[in-house]
């Protein structure tokens, strides 16, 4: 009896395997705007000037590669709860913020996952309708039960927030709601401060426990700001998870930069959450990586560094935006039948376009512009050789149905 020979072949992942297509695609006009990567106007996803610098540094340096502490850096931990939570917030000062450092976005997930699990396994986890894939299989494979809540109107293109107001309101004590501090994937369509609030009362009265995913902190409107939905959390001082990445704002995808920061209520507290999270991580890949979360933590703490590096942050955000303006005025200019403005009022890298699966498959058919079946387009991807050609494709297949 073979041990696989009942193993059942697992289903692609779709965007990867959009990826593999794309790749195999032998047309030079061809245009990828399904990945979830920023690339600059050349189509490359570039290595930061910021990120350079402090490699060669290190480099230099010559450091011995020991293994790091099963939190990670201290110095990396600390500039991370600064960047979410602010350098004054009193949350720092009173040591009510478990931060370890963590692979990538996803591993902060799965470490809070892990650990939310063996503290009330029986609790659900509530994740927006749309979004990114991942939320929902992580959470089940940590074995929870993963329901969604109403989050995105088609129609208005806008948040349907009277729904996931009274989604909220149905839901029981510890149940686990998924959140993305700014711009969502895959929708681009973000809650606004006051609907955050209301989010921050509803969530402290009906006593959920809110998960923050900030994978996009500085693509949406500024570094600061960006983390305004963490800092509401954090003043009203609710006991919150916030897993973030730094694999956009960082360029640095692959090198699994991210953290998991856990809000409690008091010093003593912070200890032993610190103590679960360092017990989940030990079994799981024993201390992470070196290198990604020395290069962020130089650059966060130097001050030279750190200015470079949110000047390249700027830049990042500006150029999409600027894709963002030219999309519309270009799908304008060459006549499509609707009207793109809300492309604009978007933020982050990604824009729910409104394209049905049908016009995506056409794209992809007749011209060569992949994009993901739900319609969500990355607007990072666009650059000023490619524009014209998406603009004109996207006209011809929506005048043309
Ligand atoms: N959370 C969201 C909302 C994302 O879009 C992504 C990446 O696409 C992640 C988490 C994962 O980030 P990382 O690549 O750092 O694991």
Request: proline content about 4%; some cysteine; glycine content about 8%.
């Amino acid at each position: 009896m073979n041990l696989f020979s009942t193993v059942e072949l697992a289903p692609n992942d779709p965007i990867l395997g959009l990826n593999e297509t794309f790749n195999a695609d032998p047309r030079p006009t061809k245009v990828n705007l399904g990945i979830g990567v920023y690339t600059n106007d050349d189509g490359r996803i570039p290595l930061l000037r910021a990120v350079r610098e402090a490699e060669k540094a290190r480099l230099e340096a010559a450091v011995p590669r020991g293994y790091l502490p099963i939190d990670g850096i201290t110095a990396y931990n600390s500039a991370v709860q600064k960047l979410l939570f602010g350098a004054a917030s009193p949350l720092l000062a009173q040591g009510r913020i478990a931060t370890v450092q963590a692979l990538g976005g996803t591993g902060a997930l799965k470490i809070g996952a892990d650990f939310l699990r063996r503290l009330n396994p029986s609790a659900k986890v509530a994740v927006s309708n749309p979004s990114w894939e991942n939320h929902r299989a992580l959470f089940q494979a940590a074995g929870f039960e993963v329901v969604s809540y109403p989050y995105y109107n088609a129609e208005t293109q806008d948040v349907d927030f009277t729904s996931l107001v009274n989604a909220f309101n149905t839901y029981a004590p510890g149940t686990i709601v998924i959140l993305h501090a700014c711009c969502h994937n895959p929708t681009g369509v973000d809650l606004t401060p006051e609907q955050w609030q209301q989010v921050v009362h509803i969530v402290k009265e009906r006593q959920l426990v809110p998960f923050l995913d900030i994978a996009y902190q500085g693509f949406g409107v500024g570094i600061e700001e960006d983390a305004a939905a963490v800092r509401l959390f954090a003043e009203a001082g609710i006991n919150s998870f916030i897993a973030n990445s730094f694999s956009k704002s960082f360029s640095l995808y692959g090198e699994r930069v991210g953290a998991l920061s856990v809000i409690t209520s008091s010093e003593a507290e912070t200890l032993r959450v610190l103590s679960q999270l360092k017990l989940v991580i030990r079994t799981t890949y024993s201390n992470p990586p070196t290198h990604g979360g020395a290069i962020v933590a130089a650059i966060l703490n130097k001050p030279e560094l750190r200015a470079l590096w949110e000047q390249e942050l700027s830049e990042m955000r500006e150029r999409i935006l600027s894709m963002r303006g030219n999309l519309v005025a270009k799908l304008k200019q060459y006549g499509a039948n609707r009207d793109f403005e809300f492309v604009n009022r978007q933020r982050g890298m990604f824009s729910y376009s409104g394209l049905s699966a049908q016009h995506v498959e056409r794209l992809r058919t007749e011209f060569g512009i992949y994009a993901v079946s739900t319609g969500r387009i990355c607007v990072a991807a666009l650059n000023t050789r490619n524009i014209e050609t998406v603009a004109q494709a996207i006209t011809q297949v929506l005048n043309t149905t």
